[in-house]
């Protein structure tokens, strides 16, 4: 007789909490590390655009206005502001859903686990400043730091999935941690740095819908379109306030429940009881012609679609559309810059070089160790020091982010010195990361992720 489990024997085996867990972590991951492969291409294309004989018509595209027209009403913004602010809001409300699952499902939710990555976070978001500072004190672009300071989530997990298993899953949850951190940082400085001439009665406005929405929540509201239309609309009054959009995604995105409606106890009950009235049916039982349960398939049908929670759901619904449209056209709409060096501030592309490229490990490399050395709590046992200047290093990759902050800090004629300075500091990030990885992975051969 075999002694190898079936895909029928492997169903019906009983659920395990951890892979509950580590299902929806092993996705993203996956999606994520795809998305680099498209992200790259949609860079490399834009590159190529931006130095060729086509450079102009499609900037001219890009500048098309896009909105709505109402007699004498009319709201209009260029298409690149509809990818900055419209399509981008859904990237940070992906954001905000993981944001708001490892907190409450995964490694953010122990503190003692948690305060290693939130102190490298932090670490990593203040050093590069400084660097940037440093190099830009008294010059135009000295204002516009936050661009030093954000990961690229896409990439950095790419890159990781390169090496393949050999990558322990530590360090997989510690760079996805860090990144998830660092983007919720980006968000509150660009909500607070990059917003002017504030209009309070609109900002007001869209916290009363934002309470809405949570009303809404606790009423037992489950359709999702409801929510889509409740999030648009504050993301219309919230742009009218001077505030940058997208940080309704990312306050939506961590209100969003992450506990199903509907417990397995409960389900299992209910299809017991349905089982038993389609079994009367079938004996022709006269109850069950009379009673025609129809409404109690349509709860099943209900109950079925509610043991995921509305993040997981919305999670698995939207993510693939953020990591393979969202970003991709965003990346290829802002990284196309001219390759000339001529008229480039060189110091500024220095600076993100060096804040990125240089801040960047140094800041998560001591923010850990400080952690480590206060709690007293060592890494796991899978993650080394060297495995953690590897990671430091890839989060230097600002790409999508980097560019983001960028379009919205700086002025036209240093947006284009930043956007080199961004690519730049994501090349040296890739290669000295991925060069100190793989030594860390030969000298220190962890055990594969399970």
Same mark, same amino acid.
């Given at each position: 007789?075999?002694?190898?489990?079936?895909?029928?024997?492997?169903?019906?085996?009983?659920?395990?909490?951890?892979?509950?867990?580590?299902?929806?972590?092993?996705?993203?991951?996956?999606?994520?590390?795809?998305?680099?492969?498209?992200?790259?291409?949609?860079?490399?294309?834009?590159?190529?655009?931006?130095?060729?004989?086509?450079?102009?018509?499609?900037?001219?595209?890009?500048?098309?206005?896009?909105?709505?027209?109402?007699?004498?009403?009319?709201?209009?913004?260029?298409?690149?502001?509809?990818?900055?602010?419209?399509?981008?809001?859904?990237?940070? !409300?992906?954001?905000?859903?993981?944001?708001?699952?490892?907190?409450?499902?995964?490694?953010?939710?122990?503190?003692?686990?948690?305060?290693?990555?939130?102190?490298?976070?932090?670490?990593?978001?203040?050093?590069?400043?400084?660097?940037?500072?440093?190099?830009?004190?008294?010059?135009?672009?000295?204002?516009?730091?936050?661009?030093?300071?954000?990961?690229?989530?896409?990439?950095?997990?790419?890159?990781?999935?390169?090496?393949?298993?050999?990558?322990?899953?530590?360090?997989?949850?510690?760079?996805?941690?860090?990144?998830?951190?660092?983007?919720?940082?980006?968000?509150?400085?660009?909500?607070?740095?990059?917003?002017?001439?504030?209009?309070?009665?609109?900002?007001?406005?869209?916290?009363?819908?934002?309470?809405?929405?949570?009303?809404?929540?606790?009423?037992?509201?489950?359709?999702?379109?409801?929510?889509?239309?409740?999030?648009?609309?504050?993301?219309?009054?919230?742009?009218?306030?001077?505030?940058?959009?997208?940080?309704?995604?990312?306050?939506?995105?961590?209100?969003?429940?992450?506990?199903?409606?509907?417990?397995?106890?409960?389900?299992?009950?209910?299809?017991?009881?349905?089982?038993?009235?389609?079994?009367?049916?079938?004996?022709?039982?006269?109850?069950?012609?009379?009673?025609?349960?129809?409404?109690?398939?349509?709860?099943?049908?209900?109950?079925?679609?509610?043991?995921?929670?509305?993040?997981?759901?919305?999670?698995?619904?939207?993510?693939?559309?953020?990591?393979?449209?969202?970003?991709?056209?965003?990346?290829?709409?802002?990284?196309?810059?001219?390759?000339?060096?001529?008229?480039?501030?060189?110091?500024?592309?220095?600076?993100?070089?060096?804040?990125?490229?240089?801040?960047?490990?140094?800041?998560?490399?001591?923010?850990?160790?400080?952690?480590?050395?206060?709690?007293?709590?060592?890494?796991?046992?899978?993650?080394?020091?060297?495995?953690?200047?590897?990671?430091?290093?890839?989060?230097?990759?600002?790409?999508?982010?980097?560019? !983001?902050?960028?379009?919205?800090?700086?002025?036209?004629?240093?947006?284009?010195?930043?956007?080199?300075?961004?690519?730049?500091?994501?090349?040296?990030?890739?290669?000295?990361?991925?060069?100190?990885?793989?030594?860390?992975?030969?000298?220190?051969?962890?055990?594969?992720?399970?």
């Amino acid at each position: 007789m075999s002694s190898h489990f079936t895909p029928e024997d492997q169903a019906d085996l009983p659920d395990q909490p951890v892979r509950r867990l580590l299902e929806p972590v092993t996705r993203f991951l996956r999606i994520e590390a795809i998305s680099g492969v498209i992200l790259l291409l949609a860079a490399l294309a834009a590159l190529a655009i931006a130095n060729s004989p086509w450079a102009d018509p499609v900037n001219r595209f890009w500048s098309l206005p896009i909105g709505i027209h109402a007699g004498t009403w009319s709201f209009r913004l260029p298409l690149t502001h509809v990818i900055n602010d419209g399509l981008m809001t859904l990237f940070f !409300f992906v954001i905000g859903l993981e944001v708001k699952r490892e907190l409450a499902l995964g490694e953010l939710r122990r503190p003692q686990v948690a305060f290693i990555p939130v102190a490298a976070a932090i670490g990593g978001m203040l050093v590069p400043p400084l660097l940037y500072l440093a190099l830009q004190m008294g010059q135009p672009g000295a204002k516009d730091w936050g661009v030093v300071m954000v990961t690229d989530t896409a990439f950095v997990i790419g890159a990781l999935a390169i090496f393949g298993e050999r990558v322990p899953h530590s360090l997989r949850t510690f760079v996805l941690s860090v990144a998830v951190i660092d983007d919720v940082a980006a968000v509150a400085v660009i909500a607070t740095a990059y917003s002017e001439n504030l209009q309070f009665w609109s900002l007001g406005l869209g916290a009363l819908v934002i309470v809405a929405v949570i009303g809404l929540r606790y009423l037992g509201v489950r359709l999702i379109p409801v929510y889509f239309l409740a999030g648009a609309l504050a993301w219309f009054v919230v742009d009218l306030s001077g505030i940058h959009p997208t940080i309704v995604g990312i306050v939506l995105g961590l209100f969003t429940p992450a506990r199903p409606w509907i417990g397995a106890e409960r389900f299992q009950s209910m299809i017991r009881r349905i089982s038993h009235y389609l079994s009367a049916g079938e004996r022709g039982d006269a109850h069950f012609i009379l009673t025609q349960p129809a409404h109690r398939v349509r709860s099943i049908a209900v109950a079925a679609r509610e043991l995921l929670s509305p993040l997981e759901r919305l999670e698995f619904m939207l993510h693939p559309w953020v990591s393979f449209l969202v970003l991709p056209v965003f990346a290829f709409a802002s990284a196309g810059i001219s390759l000339r060096i001529a008229g480039l501030d060189t110091s500024m592309v220095t600076a993100v070089i060096v804040g990125s490229v240089v801040g960047k490990p140094i800041g998560i490399f001591a923010g850990s160790m400080l952690a480590v050395k206060l709690s007293g709590t060592p890494l796991p046992h899978d993650l080394s020091w060297t495995l953690i200047a590897a990671a430091g290093s890839l989060c230097g990759i600002s790409f999508t982010m980097g560019l !983001f902050v960028a379009s919205l800090a700086f002025d036209s004629h240093l947006l284009g010195a930043a956007t080199l300075g961004v690519l730049g500091a994501s090349l040296g990030s890739v290669v000295i990361g991925m060069t100190l990885l793989a030594v860390a992975l030969r000298l220190g051969k962890p055990r594969p992720a399970k």
